[in-house]
C-alpha cells in the first residue's frame, strides 16, 4: 500500500497571491507611514498655527477651501523673521531685556536656560554631538548595547573620577528619543564604523535592519 503525500506548490496561485500581498506590503508600509507622519506633523502645526493668523491676513478667508500646511509656511516665516530681529543690535538689546525677566522666575528660569543650552548645542555649525556609535556593556559584563557618544565630559563628573570618560546616550527601542544618560571610560567602549542614522535605524528595528545589509543593497543599487 502506497502513501500519497501531496507537496505543497510553489507556483500555485495562492502562493504568488500572498507573495505579491507581502511584496505589496514591504512597498507600501514604509510610504504610507511616512505620509501619515507628515499628515499628522502638518494637521498638528496648522491646528495650532492658524487660530493666532489675523483674518485679514489668512488666505483661507477669502478662499472657499483651505490650505494644508498655510500653518507650518507661517511658523516657517515666523522663525525666519525672529531670527533677522535678534540678529541686530535692537533685538539682541530685547532679548537680554527678555532673559533678565525670566531670570527672576524661580522654577521657569532653570527650564529655559536647560532648554536653550540644548537647542544652541544643536543648532551649533560645528556640533560632532551623536556622531560616533559605540557598543558598551550593559547593564552588566558580558551584556552589549548600542549607544551614541554625545561629546566629551568637561564637567565636575570627570574631576572625580580617575578614569577618562565620555557622555554616552543609550537609546530604548523602539523609541530612541528616550534613554539613558551614562559617563563611560573611554577605555570600555568599542567605536562602530555605522553612521548615526544607521545605528538609529538598528535601534528602532530592535535590530531587524542591519546596516551591512543596507550598504550592500546601495551598492548593488549603484552598480
Not at 478662499?63 to 507661517?74: A, D, R, T
Not at 528616550?178 to 542614522?197: A, E, H, Q, R
Request: hydrophobic share 40%.
Amino acid at each position: 500500500m502506497t502513501e500519497n503525500t501531496e507537496t505543497p506548490n510553489k507556483n500555485s496561485l495562492t502562493h504568488r497571491i500572498r507573495n505579491y500581498f507581502l511584496t505589496g506590503l514591504v512597498v507600501a508600509s514604509p510610504i504610507g507611514i511616512t505620509l501619515y507622519i507628515g499628515w499628522w506633523f502638518i494637521d498638528l502645526v496648522d491646528r495650532n498655527i492658524k487660530p493666532l493668523i489675523p483674518p485679514h491676513y489668512n488666505p483661507e478667508t477669502y478662499l472657499p477651501f483651505s490650505i494644508p500646511g498655510l500653518g507650518l509656511v507661517s511658523l516657517t516665516i515666523f522663525l525666519i523673521l525672529l531670527g533677522a530681529l535678534t540678529a541686530n543690535l535692537f533685538g539682541r538689546a530685547f532679548l537680554r531685556f527678555g532673559e533678565k525677566i525670566v531670570d527672576r522666575m524661580p522654577i521657569i528660569r532653570s527650564v529655559y536656560s536647560t532648554l536653550k543650552q540644548i537647542f544652541e548645542t544643536i543648532a551649533a555649525q560645528d556640533n560632532k554631538s551623536f556622531s560616533d556609535v559605540i557598543i558598551l556593556e550593559y547593564p552588566r559584563k558580558g551584556i552589549w548595547a548600542i549607544a551614541f557618544v554625545s561629546g566629551e565630559n568637561k564637567s565636575e563628573i570627570q574631576g572625580k573620577l580617575e578614569d577618562d570618560v565620555v557622555n554616552v546616550f543609550l537609546p530604548t527601542t523602539p523609541n530612541p528619543t528616550s534613554g539613558f544618560l551614562l559617563f563611560v571610560p573611554k577605555k570600555d567602549i568599542i567605536y562602530l564604523d555605522m553612521t548615526p542614522d544607521e545605528g538609529a535605524k538598528y535601534v528602532i528595528s530592535a535590530g531587524l535592519v542591519n546596516p551591512e545589509v543596507l550598504r550592500a543593497r546601495k551598492r548593488k543599487t549603484v552598480e
